[in-house]
Every structure is written in structure tokens, then in C-alpha cells.
């Protein structure tokens, strides 16, 4: 199989961002859309096209870091004032209940700066807008267009919470709300024009008042990320699964950065070596819908719970099966959990339908799961995880050259990167890194 690393156009990456509304993240990712639809029609009446591109990924990305967190206090069932069904005629969408339970200090925004400055997808006073999209108005400073680029952001977010908070009295109510809060909301002229222009306009501002995220319409951006900058938001995807559970805080990042790290010592190319990360970061994705009580059951599952633990392999596999310049990764991917006797699924390969890479992979994941901890145990010594690898190869599952390079590296000093290392490597190093870690540390200390 050849592996291209291609650009990849950022309609692909809205579309990803757009399969994970169906996991519990479904009202926040809602609004996302909602947020990001509305700061794209406002700026279409302040700026150009660029703007308007920027505007809508701005409003899309705002509060990713309200994600991550969220996804961190779901074990406390935080989530629970937020049912994932926030349709018309649904549970109101109250974003200030869940900010005030989980984030009254508003850091989420330093999290989304910080994810999205990585990405390198928006310019520096678009970034400056995301992390000051809670800042009132009257303390706002910068440059003239950080000024107001912060505003829109706030004023769409703003607009969007209105409009999901009274949605389920009535689309009267709803609308009254909205023309009441751009009447005495703090905003700059110029931002509460292109805000009443929008809402006056009964064709666009259609658009904004149901859950379609319309990407083809929105997202017609003839815009390309680098295959780099691509890789970082995939690792925004992970943080996003990971974070769901104590015991899988660093599993995806521990598996790419083993997968990576065999692959080199065994193919000796640095590409290779960048294929089998990016497809380590894909492999678990699927779990963003696996039930948390299945993730943090303290025990074997049963029949039925394994049988839904098994589909987030190919729940991975349909995430990105849409996105033809994922194909080959992906071919790697959705293959970790095949084994070399065909006993393996969901395909049920055998050796020779397997590469390589995907034996790669699949050690990396066996023997990263075992040195974790989970619900109902605590992670194995390096050296008893070896055993069990060992004892799956003479059995016909694992391959043995793959093992036998990953004992090698082991009794060299090898260890794989855990989390805090991991989070290191994911924010990379900024002035607020210590805060991060305070933070993630204070709220995993918080779980049951």
C-alpha cells in the first residue's frame, strides 16, 4: 500500500469535527456550529472572504477547550444537565449551568488558544479572539480588529446560547429573546449592525435556527491545512476521547508514539514513522461513543458490553471512510484489533491480509493497554506485559519480529511517554503549561 502525507482541506477536518456530535458532546458541538454559522454571517457584512472563513472557524473551535473539560468531569455525570438531544422541542441548552459547574474561571478559552495556535489553521488576532471570547467588552484590548474580532466571537456565542436556552418555549420566544439581548447587550456598532442586519435577513438567519451544520454550504473554503498541521487536529480529536475517562488518559497518544517508535527501529524511514503515528492518533476515535459506563466498568465485560466495546473500531473505520486522503491511514487503523489467526475483528484478517504497519500496531496497542491502569486493575510491570505479548505470539495472534524489537527496546531503557509527557506534547511549551497540568490534575482528583 502506498501512504501519501497530502494536505488535507479543512471541509475534511469540519467534517470530522461534525461526527463527533454523535457522542455525549452532541449539545456542545451543536453550539459550536451554531456559534460558527452566526460569526460567519455577521462577519459576511464587516470583512472579506478571508474573514469570513477565519470568523467561521473561530466560532467552530471557540470552545473546544470547553470540550476537553467537559469530557473530564463526565464521570461525575456534570454532563447530565445537557441531554444529548437539544433539537427543537428538546431540553434547553444551558451553557452557563455548565461552565459554572465545571469551568467558572473560564480556562477552557486558554485551552482552545492553545489547541488552535498548534493547529496553525487561523491568523494571530483571530487566536486572540478565541481566547478572549469571554472578556466583556469594556476590558477588551489590542489592536482595533482584535477588538472587535473578540467581540463578534462573544456577541455569536452570545446569540447562539439565547437562541438554544429559549428554543424549547417556542420559536416566538426564542426570537423575542434574541432582538431583546442585541438591544442591551454590550457591543460595538459596527458588530450589533451586521447582528440585526443578519437577523432581519429571514433567508440566512434560516440557516442558523435548527442542528444542520451545513458544511457544504458554509464550509466551500478552498483552503488547505499541511499534512502537520492536520496531525495536530487529529490530536485535538484525541484529547477529546482520551479525556473521557481517568484510565485513558494517555492510551491513543501512548500507542502512537510506540507505533511510531517501533516503526522506525523496524522500517527505518522517518515517513514510516510519521504514517504509523498518525494512524496510532486514528485508531481509538471510534470510542467517543462508547457508553462510559462500559469505559469505567470495574470488572470483565459481559457478552453485550463487549459486543459494544468491539464497534468502536468501526465506528472508527465510517468516521473516516468519507475522507479519501485518510484511506490508507485508516487502512492501518481499523486493523489493530485483527489478529494474525484470523481471530481478531472486526474483519476477521489472517496473516497474509495483514502489513506490516498494521502488525506494528497492533503490539503497540496490546502491550500499551496492559502496562495502563484500568477500572479493575492495576497496570502490568513492563516485564510481565512482555510475557503476555509473548505468550499471544507463540499462539499465532502477534507478530514475532515486532516483538522481539519491542523487548529489544524495552531492555534498552525504552519507556513509553504517559501523561504528563503526553500533555507536554500535545499543548507543546507555553508560559501556561503548569497551569494545564494544575488544572487536569485538580479535576481527575475530583472523579470517584
Known sequence: MELKLESIGVSDLVGLFNDMRISSLSP???HSFDVAKIASLMMKRIGDSDDVLYAYISGLFHDIGLLA?????????????????????????????LLYKIDKDCVHSQFSYEILKRMRILPDEYLRAVLNHHTPLKVLYGSDKEILLSNLINVADTMAQVIRKNINIGMVESVKALFEMLARYPMIDEVRKAAKDLISSHIEFGYVLDDDPYIERFCKFNFQL???????????LVLLVDLRSPFTLSHTSGVAFLAKDLAYEMLKTDFDSLAMYVAGLMHDLGKIKTPLEILHKPGKLDMHEAYIMKMHVVDTYKMFSKYPKFEEFMAIASTHHERLDGSGYPWGLKAKDLSMRSRILQVADVYEALTEDRPYREGMKPRDALGVVEDMVNHGKLDANVYETLKEMIRNGYEVKRSDIVLVEFFGEFENIEEVKRVLDRVSQELP
Open 69 to 97: 473539560l467537559t469530557e473530564l468531569k463526565m464521570p461525575k455525570g456534570v454532563f447530565i444537565a445537557m441531554k444529548a438531544d437539544i433539537s427543537h422541542g428538546g431540553e434547553s441548552f444551558n451553557l452557563d449551568s
Open 226 to 236: 499541511g499534512f502537520h498541521e492536520a496531525i495536530e487536529f487529529l490530536k485535538a
Open 28 to 30: 456542545l458541538i451543536i
